[in-house]
Nanobody
Framework: QLQLVESGGGLVQPGGSLRLSCAAS????????IGWFRQAPGKEREGVTC????????NYADSVKGRFTISRDNAKNTVSLHMNSLKPEDTAVYYC???????????????????WGQGTQVTVSS
């Protein structure tokens, strides 16, 4: 029953915007830290951003600071990733993931994230 499902990926031109959603089922999303990770062809998976349990901190990779925003919608049990000023280097499969326990100061290290979605493709190209 525990599941994370990403949606919202697609093709966008450089400088454009895209909103990804991570819908949770089988658990209450705000009780855990949620991270967004991405993996480009031929590269290892990297952390993009994370949001901690309610009242906790958020973190962003340096490459996306000022362009990406993570947010939580408790009513819908979802976490969103708002991406602006997209670059070709942002092209990747994007994954959301849940930590094994609550964290008030989330990290972009994948080690604490034990549940993962299937991923959604984001392609930034003209």
């Amino acid at each position: 029953q525990l599941q994370l499902v990403e949606s919202g990926g697609g093709l966008v031109q450089p400088g454009g915007s895209l909103r990804l959603s991570c819908a949770a089922s089988g658990f209450t999303l705000d009780a855990y830290a949620i991270g967004w990770f991405r993996q480009a062809p031929g590269k290892e998976r990297e952390g993009v951003t994370c949001i901690s349990t309610s009242g906790g901190s958020v973190n962003y990779a340096d490459s996306v600071k000022g362009r990406f925003t993570i947010s939580r919608d408790n009513a819908k049990n979802t976490v969103s990733l708002h991406m602006n000023s997209l670059k070709p280097e942002d092209t990747a499969v994007y994954y959301c993931a849940r930590t094994f326990a609550p964290f008030s100061n989330c990290r972009l290290d994948p080690a604490p994230y034990t549940y993962w979605g299937q991923g959604t493709q984001v392609t930034v190209s003209s």
